[in-house]
C-alpha cells in the first residue's frame, strides 16, 4: 500500500527540553516517517509525514491531545501553503475578506516565486491576477516562476524592456504549457482591437494566464474579477497603499517606447 502524506502543525505550550525528541519518538513508535519539519511561526512546528494509513494519524491525534505541553492546530492533508510553509519557515500571508488573495512584500520574493512556480506546475485553465506598484518585482517574479516550473513564458503585454503589445501568435506559441503573461495597463491603454482578440484567444485555452495590474484590466473588458482563480498582491513593505494613478501615469510616460509585434 502507498504511504500517504499528511501535515502536522502544533502550538508550544510549555517549552522544555527533549519536546521535539518526544514527539519524534512517539512517531517512530506509531511508524510514522517525518518527512520535513520547520517552525511555521513563533511557538508554531510544521512537519510532513507520511503514514501507511489514516488509522496511525487517528491514533497519533488521540495520543497528542493529551499532552498539555502542545496544542494540536493543524493535522489534515496537506495543501500547498502548508508545504511552502515547512519549506521557507513561514506561512503565506492571505486576504482575511477574500481567501483567493495572497499577500507578499518584497523581501518575501523567494516564496513568492516558489508559490507561483508550484501553481504554474499545475495542469489546465489558471487565471492570476498580480497587482503592486512599478519596480517592486511583479514581472521578474514570474519569469523566474516560470523557470522553476521549467514552463516557457509569453509576453502578451508587458513593460519589462520595452512596451511590448502582441497582436498575433506563431503555431508553436499556442501551447497549453506556456505562460501567458499580461499587463493590465498596456493592453488597456495601448492595444487594438487585433490585440484583444488575440487576449480572447489566449483566455480560451486550458492554460496558465497571468494579468498584471487586474483591476485596471478588468475596468477596460468583458471579464470581472470572478474570472481569476487568484489574486498576489506585492508590496514594497506591508503597509504600502496599491494605486493605480501612479501606475498608469508610469505607462504613459513610457510610452515613447512602444515596441509592437505583428507577426
Not at 477574500?98 to 520574493?109: A, G, M, N, W
Request: include cysteine.
Amino acid at each position: 500500500m502507498e504511504k500517504q502524506e499528511w501535515y502536522l502543525e502544533y502550538e508550544i505550550q510549555k517549552n522544555r527540553p527533549g519536546l521535539l525528541g518526544d514527539i519524534s519518538s512517539l512517531l517512530g513508535m506509531l511508524s510514522i516517517n517525518i518527512v520535513t519539519i520547520n517552525g511555521v511561526d513563533e511557538g508554531r512546528r510544521g512537519l510532513l509525514l507520511l503514514a501507511d494509513s489514516e488509522k496511525q494519524i487517528i491514533r497519533l491525534e488521540s495520543i497528542l491531545q493529551t499532552m498539555d505541553t502542545i496544542k494540536i492546530t493543524k493535522l489534515r492533508e496537506p495543501k500547498l501553503r502548508d508545504r511552502l510553509a515547512v519549506r521557507h519557515g513561514r506561512y503565506i500571508q492571505r486576504d482575511a475578506d477574500d481567501k483567493k488573495t495572497f499577500c507578499f512584500v518584497r523581501d518575501e520574493l523567494g516564496l513568492l516565486v516558489d508559490f507561483l512556480a508550484e501553481l504554474f506546475k499545475q495542469e489546465g485553465h489558471k487565471l492570476i491576477g498580480i497587482r503592486g506598484m512599478p519596480r517592486v518585482g511583479k514581472t521578474e517574479s514570474l519569469v523566474a516562476a516560470s523557470v522553476c516550473a521549467n514552463k516557457r513564458w509569453l509576453f502578451v503585454s508587458s513593460t519589462l524592456l520595452k512596451q511590448t503589445i502582441r497582436n498575433q501568435l506563431i503555431e508553436d506559441e499556442y501551447n497549453a504549457e506556456n505562460i501567458f503573461i499580461l499587463d493590465g495597463v498596456v493592453s488597456t491603454q495601448r492595444a487594438n482591437e487585433r490585440h484583444w482578440q488575440l487576449v480572447r484567444e489566449i483566455m480560451r485555452l486550458p492554460a496558465v494566464k497571468v494579468v498584471e495590474h487586474p483591476d485596471v484590466f478588468v475596468m477596460n473588458s468583458e471579464y470581472s474579477m470572478d474570472d481569476f482563480d487568484y489574486i498576489i498582491e506585492l508590496r514594497n513593505d506591508p503597509d504600502e497603499e496599491i494605486t493605480y494613478d501612479l501606475v498608469q501615469k508610469n505607462h504613459l510616460f513610457n510610452n515613447n517606447d512602444f515596441c509592437g509585434f505583428d507577426f
